[in-house]
């Protein structure tokens, strides 16, 4: 079950240059990410925060900010978020010091959420740019989440679940990206960010 919090304070000032990218699990945003960074290399990325347990070869600070379940609630109860998400029984969020770090210095930022995060980024920081990475169909999708190898079964029919909950929220934002030939992808993703940041 996914849920979420909306945070308390009020809409942040606007920042230039943010970009929301969101999607159901197993989509290929991270792949997608990572191509868009390298076509744009003045696109730094922020790091999120979250509950669950580091998969294989993944660094503490660069993938994520793997903090307890405790050390979230508190840092929920205090106003650090931008915004927050509950997926697959784990906390997932972006701290505000993250976005600070990169938008005080002027640099363009990516965020790679899930879908109720970026509802809450929305209304919080509504002059970021949301765009939504959708799979050509879902048994492309099955077969991506089962093919990476991280879920076991019941995790990837969970995650499934959920992604049509989120597919059915693709209308909500204002770019879709559809993860069909990778390559295609990437230029389309490519286009819109370099498009908004030199309109």
Request: aromatic share 6%; charged share 30%; glycine share 8%.
């Amino acid at each position: 079950m996914l849920s979420s919090s909306a945070c308390s304070a009020s809409s942040l000032p606007a920042l230039p240059g943010v970009f929301v990218i969101t999607g159901p699990s197993g989509v290929g945003k991270g792949t997608l990410i990572r191509l868009l960074r390298e076509r744009v290399p003045e696109l730094a990325m922020s790091v999120s925060a979250t509950t669950r347990r580091p998969r294989p070869g993944e660094t503490q600070g660069v993938d994520y900010h793997f903090i307890s379940d405790e050390e979230f609630a508190r840092r929920v109860d205090a106003g650090e978020f931008v915004e927050w998400a509950e997926y697959s029984g784990r906390r997932y969020g972006t701290l505000r010091e993250e976005l600070d770090r990169h938008t005080s210095g002027g640099h363009p930022v990516v965020l790679e959420i899930e879908v109720q995060g970026a509802r809450q980024v929305r209304e919080t920081l509504p002059s970021a740019t949301q765009i939504f990475i959708e799979p050509p169909d879902e048994a492309t999708l099955r077969e991506r989440l089962i093919g990476r190898g991280t879920d076991d079964p019941e995790q990837v029919e969970r995650r499934l679940k959920v992604a049509e909950e989120e597919l059915a929220a693709a209308g909500e934002f204002e770019h879709v990206v559809v993860n069909d030939r990778l390559h295609d992808a990437a230029e389309q993703l490519e286009s819109i960010v370099r498009g908004t940041m030199t309109a």
